[in-house]
T-cell receptor
Framework: TQLLEQSPQFLSIQEGENLTVYCNSS?????LQWYRQEPGEGPVLLVT???GGEVKKLKRLTFQFGDARKDSSLHITAAQPGDTGLYLC?????????????WGAGTKLIIKP | DAGITQSPRYKITETGRQVTLMCHQT?????MFWYRQDLGHGLRLIYY???????DKGEVPDGYVVSRSKTENFPLTLESATRSQTSVYFC??????????FGSGTRLTVV
């Protein structure tokens, strides 16, 4: 069974600080996606990483896919209250052609003004 | 507006009643999914569909039924609601490009 472990589960920091969220697995994924979910809404796709070692930047958010395609990280620079939310990673297994995703449990992030 | 729409947003029902949650997408995406989200369990796949008239079970299908007679609609029915089915339900679709698009969810309470 493929599993994705996210850490930390919960993070509360002050505005302006930096943070990193991790998503780890013992399995190889063909791609890995990061979503942000705000209260009362569905998850919204932030980025998809496909190539081992790939780094993508979205303003103050930097996403990295591990060389072996088993892990990923999300780094936020100078966090702002608007970054508050539940961050979810999800992996797509290359063996599975029906587009099912393996989901991490999420990291609840609170940025205090 | 283009997108994925779920209805109702909130629903309270009694144990034993049948409940149907609606999901409609405007892109004609082939793949559609139903998830439930609970504290401590994250997102769990209930059912998914690869195309009209093609559906398959996910991780937690017991007590649920789906149908997909048209590409754009993917209703989820709880045949006889139980308190353990109190949850937030999300519908999602996937097109050719990576990534899912989710609806805003239905918060279901079974009393």
């Amino acid at each position: 069974t493929q599993l994705l472990e996210q850490s930390p589960q919960f993070l509360s920091i002050q505005e302006g600080e930096n943070l990193t969220v991790y998503c780890n697995s013992s399995s190889v994924f063909s791609s890995l996606q990061w979503y942000r979910q705000e209260p009362g809404e569905g998850p919204v796709l932030l980025v998809t990483v496909v190539t081992g070692g790939e780094v993508k930047k979205l303003k103050r958010l930097t996403f990295q896919f591990g060389d072996a395609r088993k892990d990923s990280s999300l780094h936020i620079t100078a966090a702002q209250p608007g970054d508050t939310g539940l961050y979810l990673c999800a992996g797509a297994g290359g063996w599975d052609s029906n587009y099912q995703l393996i989901w991490g449990a999420g990291t609840k992030l609170i940025i205090k003004p | 507006d283009a997108g994925i729409t779920q209805s109702p947003r909130y629903k309270i029902t009694e144990t034993g009643r049948q409940v149907t949650l609606m999901c409609h997408q405007t892109w004609s995406h082939s793949y559609m999914f139903w998830y439930r989200q609970d504290l401590g369990h994250g997102l769990r796949l209930i059912y998914y569909s690869a195309a009209a008239d093609i559906t398959d079970k996910g991780e937690v299908p017991d007590g649920y039924v789906v149908s997909r007679s048209k590409t754009e609609n993917f209703p989820l029915t709880l045949e006889s609601a139980t308190r353990s089915q109190t949850s937030v339900y999300f519908c999602a679709s996937r097109g050719q490009v990576y990534g899912y698009t989710f609806g805003s969810g239905t918060r279901l309470t079974v009393v």
